[in-house]
Each structure stands twice: as structure tokens, then as C-alpha cells.
Nanobody, 122 residues
Framework: QVQLVESGGGLVQPGGSLRLSCAAS????????MGWYRQPPGKQRELVAA???????NYADSVKGRFTISRDNAKNTVYLQMNSLKPMDTAVYYC????????????????WGQGTQVTVSS
């Protein structure tokens, strides 16, 4: 069993900043890619940012230059630093992780957190 727990969401004014955290725990042998998705009200879930074990990153065009993803492999934790927030960033943010649970037999899967609400409004 693998659990991902997000924290750090909330209400912020336009131009403000928030830092999201997501800690993975449970039966984990290793974690490959980790990432953040978001689902704005009435819209589909979309990729925000992702990071590999080695630190390679990719971002949605809409957040490039404003958001930074990072991870602490020793803590099985991924972060999302969000700066210059805009009302369009309002969404439920979900973290995800590609987890190797065990080697023999090989058990690997994508796990998701429950989500944390981010609201950008004056």
C-alpha cells in the first residue's frame, strides 16, 4: 500500500506564492517520476510539472517561469513552488508518483494523492 499526502494549498491573492508538498509513504522500494496535475473547476485534469529521479523537469507552458518542481529523494517528497499566481491557477492540485513497490515479483504503479485546493482570488 502506497499513500501520497499533499499539503500547502489555500487561498492567495493574485501575484502571491504558495508551496505545495507531497510525501509518499508505505510499501516503497523506489520512486521513479513524480509530478503535479491540476483540475480547474469544470475542466479536465492537466499536467502542471513533472520531475525524474535524476532531476530532469518538464512544465506546462502556462506555468513556465512561475512554478518550480523539486524533490527530496531521501524523504520521498515532491514540492511545487508557485510564484506570481494568477486566478487561472485556481484548481485542485494532485501529486502523482510512479512507484516500484517490490522487485520480485515486479510490482509497479502510478499512485495519486487526494488533492489540495489552491484558490487565487482578491
Amino acid at each position: 500500500q502506497v499513500q501520497l499526502v499533499e499539503s500547502g494549498g489555500g487561498l492567495v491573492q493574485p501575484g502571491g506564492s504558495l508551496r505545495l508538498s507531497c510525501a509518499a509513504s508505505g510499501s516503497i522500494f523506489s520512486i521513479y517520476a513524480m509530478g503535479w496535475y491540476r483540475q480547474p473547476p469544470g475542466k479536465q485534469r492537466e499536467l502542471v510539472a513533472a520531475i525524474t529521479t535524476g532531476g530532469s523537469t518538464n512544465y506546462a507552458d502556462s506555468v513556465k517561469g512561475r512554478f518550480t518542481i523539486s524533490r527530496d529523494n531521501a524523504k520521498n517528497t515532491v514540492y511545487l513552488q508557485m510564484n506570481s499566481l494568477k486566478p487561472m491557477d485556481t484548481a485542485v492540485y494532485y501529486c502523482t508518483a510512479d512507484v516500484l513497490v517490490r522487485i520480485v515479483p515486479s510490482i509497479r504503479g502510478d499512485y495519486w494523492g487526494q488533492g489540495t485546493q489552491v484558490t487565487v482570488s482578491s
